[in-house]
């Protein structure tokens, strides 16, 4: 069974930043993408970014494109997202999922098959 544990999240000023990491619990976690997604209260859940395998591609929702940085440590079986310049329209919950299949990757959520609990990010104005 795959688990996936978020960690880093917080309350931080607008301007501010945060880093986000996801470990997961199997050694097959190098060869699947991985991606962030987040929910704000009474929305809908949203893409934010993703990682291929190696972490030669990445992609970036137009929303936090230059802001917010994915990588990856797969010795360490851990995803970051690096989130820069915060601003209140960031706030909601982050979660983390890996890709279906070893070659699935993109945006949209049923390309991913395991989710984490989700960890909560606050920007306050």
């Known amino acids: 069974q795959v688990q996936l544990v978020e960690s880093g999240g917080g309350l931080v000023l607008a301007g501010g930043s945060l880093r986000l990491s996801c470990e997961a619990s199997?050694?097959?976690?190098?060869?699947?993408?991985m991606a962030w997604f987040r929910q704000a209260p009474g929305k809908v859940h949203e893409f934010v970014a993703a990682?291929?395998?190696?972490?030669?591609?990445?992609d970036y929702a137009d929303s936090v494109r230059g802001r917010f940085t994915i990588s990856r440590d797969n010795a360490k079986k851990t995803v970051y997202l690096q989130m820069n310049s915060l601003k209140p329209e960031d706030t909601a919950v982050y979660y983390c999922?890996?890709?279906?299949?070893?070659?699935?990757?993109?945006?949209?959520?049923?390309?991913?098959?395991?989710w984490g609990q989700g960890t909560q990010v606050t920007v306050s104005s």
């Open positions: 990682i291929t395998w190696s972490g030669g591609t990445t």
């Open positions: 199997v050694s097959t976690f190098s060869v699947y993408s």
């Open positions: 999922a890996r890709a279906a299949g070893e070659t699935r990757f993109g945006r949209a959520q049923s390309e991913y098959s395991y």
